[in-house]
């Protein structure tokens, strides 16, 4: 009976210690911003109602979702390579939003979807495009630094 025990705590302990190494491995496949993404859920436009924004990194895909007068736009890029990353650019958009561009070495893609889920773009790209709080921009950027270092 105790051998019995034993055994079964073995493999429960096993099976634990797998899960938890798989999830870390998970964890450090790509940079670990969507808490900065999911600050962003609208953006001003100049004179206009604010469009609503969400946007979504899972592994090697990418999100892009907008609601603008019930017109919806949607882009996702798929096969993302995160061991051919190359750079994030940035650009101010307003006094408190951030544009960034992630560019690889090798190409992803990119497929967009309108309001009635026809496709409207089915093409290869090198970078996805995601907005961030102007006032995360410096722990956005540790983040991804961070990322890298882990990564060599």
């Known amino acids: 009976m105790n051998k019995a025990i ?11 210690l797998t899960s938890l190494t798989k999830n870390h491995e998970q964890l450090d496949e790509f940079p670990p911003i969507q808490k900065f993404l999911d600050k962003i859920k609208q953006q001003e436009l100049e004179g206009e109602d604010p469009m609503k924004i969400s946007q979504k990194l899972e592994g090697n895909t990418f999100t892009y979702i ?19 990353f190359s750079r994030v650019r940035e650009e101010t958009m307003t006094d408190n939003i951030i544009k960034c561009e992630f560019y690889f070495y090798r ?18 790209t090198n970078y996805f495009t995601c907005y961030i709080l102007e006032s995360d921009w410096e722990a956005f950027i540790k983040v991804i630094e961070d990322w890298e270092e882990a990564q060599d």
């Open 6 to 16: 034993t055994i079964c705590l073995f493999f429960v302990i096993a099976i634990t």
């Open 107 to 124: 190409n992803m893609q990119l497929s967009s979807y309108n309001n009635s889920n026809e496709k409207t773009l089915d093409e290869k």
């Open 66 to 84: 907008t609601d603008w007068y019930d017109i919806v736009s949607k882009d996702f890029y798929e096969n993302i390579d995160w061991n051919q």
